[in-house]
């Protein structure tokens, strides 16, 4: 029997809103500021620059914090309502990151999708 690798792809927020359907049903890892939350229904939405990202708190609970630096691992749902596409993560943790250097968190996971890149290629 096969064991899939099923690790949390680790990716920004933009980068799920902007092309929801390249990570529908995966688990990512998500960074964002939470701009908003409704308890009534457990969901928050992160963003990062302009975008924004829907996140469901089910699973998760009440932990997060408006105007905190949140990550957030989940599987991504997308929803079609018309002509857009709605992504939400299913968030099964989130810790808070306040403090967090985004810019230099940015460099961080271009340089290991660089490294990983060159390992698949070595090894391919």
Do not use: W, Y
């Not at 990570?23 to 924004?52: C, E, Q, Y």
């Not at 990202?53 to 949140?70: E, N, Y």
């Not at 857009?84 to 990151?97: E, K, P």
């Amino acid at each position: 029997m096969e064991v899939r690798n099923r690790s949390a792809e680790v990716v920004l927020a933009d980068e799920v809103a902007q092309n929801g359907e390249l990570f529908k049903n995966k688990f990512v890892r998500v960074l964002g500021k939470v701009s908003s939350l409704d308890p009534r229904v457990n969901t928050a939405t992160i963003t990062i620059g302009n975008h924004k990202l829907a996140v469901d708190l089910t699973l998760v609970g009440p932990c997060v914090k408006v105007g905190s630096l949140f990550q957030f691992v989940g599987e991504v749902e997308c929803t079609k309502e018309g002509d857009s596409l709605n992504q939400i993560v299913r968030a099964q943790f989130g810790r808070c990151v306040d403090g967090l250097d985004i810019t230099l968190f940015k460099q961080a996971l271009m340089a290991r999708r660089s490294f990983l890149q060159e390992v698949d290629a070595s090894n391919g």
